[in-house]
């Protein structure tokens, strides 16, 4: 499961949710990958090692639902579907799947910094002549790609991060966890409902106006 959570102005809800769409793209590829580096060949034989959008949309969580709220004017929420892992070809089952696991928000790191380079180099957000249009859509780009990679690391299974952590615990807090997965989806939604991932993506967009207003 991948989700964002962003307060969106109707004007750019269409824009952000193609720049998402194709960010929850690259981060499904890239569980695709880590996944076949390290043994298992499911994710690539069943098309999912690709930034191609269609193979990773799931229909409801990725179109319907994320543009309803949109649309809405509410905070977006949104996944695509699960990369398919077979822990049967993983050398160490724990170890390689946290390891997939983390391949995601990483991946969005990566994507992140790399558009803060392109959007550095052609001037910041605001550069002599003004906002731009390019500007802004790098600026977007960036925000959502680290609020992925944020929120997709929480502890909370069946985010990645749960699983990150699940493949750092000894076994026994591991089993933990994982009793924990059928309910993640409930805490997850009480979260967004309470307000508290506001104090948790605060901060980066405080960091966000530091480095590139």
Do not use: C
């Amino acid at each position: 499961m991948r989700g964002i959570f962003l307060g969106l102005s109707l004007e750019t809800a269409i824009p952000a949710f193609l720049i998402l769409l194709a960010s929850l793209s690259f981060h499904e590829a890239a569980h695709a990958w880590a996944s076949n580096k390290l043994g298992d060949p499911t994710a690539k034989m069943l098309g999912r090692l690709t930034l191609n959008p269609l193979a990773h949309i799931d229909w409801i969580g990725t179109v319907a639902f994320p543009l309803v709220l949109a649309l809405s004017g509410l905070p977006v929420f949104g996944w695509a579907k699960p990369v398919p892992v077979d822990m049967r070809y993983l050398a160490s089952p724990r170890r390689d799947f946290a390891l997939v696991a983390l391949a995601g928000p990483v991946s969005n790191v990566i994507l992140a910094t790399g558009l803060i380079v392109i959007l550095q180099a052609q001037g910041g957000l605001v550069p002599e002549t003004g906002v731009t249009q390019i500007g802004l859509l790098l600026y977007t780009a960036i925000y959502i790609n680290l609020i992925l990679a944020v929120f997709n690391m929480l502890p909370i299974p069946p985010l990645d991060g749960g699983n990150v952590l699940a493949g750092l615990v000894p076994e026994s807090m591991a089993q933990m966890v994982d009793r924990v997965r059928p309910f993640g989806v409930f805490v997850i939604y009480g979260l967004l409902f309470v307000g508290a991932f506001d104090y948790i993506f605060g901060p980066i967009q405080n960091l966000m106006r530091a480095l590139l207003l």
